[in-house]
């Protein structure tokens, strides 16, 4: 999170909140915090390694990460 008024760092975790709270907590309820931190790992988990993008080719961030560093080695 940036300084006030610079709103472009702000940018980047408001999108990331905004996911959160729309594909992750918007109608469910945690019985303890220990259920949330496993369900919130299991989020992040399907978001970066197993979630396709289109603009990433339909592959998952990781896997388009590991070919993209392939290529430069």
């Known amino acids: 999170m940036s300084h006030k008024g610079n709103p472009y760092d702000n940018a ?3 999108a990331t ?4 709270k ?3 907590i918007n109608g469910e309820h ?3 915090f220990y259920h949330l931190e496993l369900e919130l790992f299991d989020y992040i988990n399907w978001y ?3 979630r396709s993008h289109s603009a990433l080719g339909y ?3 990781v896997s ?5 560093l392939k290529k430069i080695v």
């Open 12 to 14: 980047v975790a408001e």
């Open 17 to 20: 909140f905004k996911i959160l």
């Open 22 to 24: 729309t594909e992750l």
């Open 30 to 32: 945690f019985h303890s």
């Open 48 to 50: 970066n390694n197993i």
């Open 59 to 61: 592959q998952s961030p």
């Open 64 to 68: 388009y990460r590991n070919l993209a």
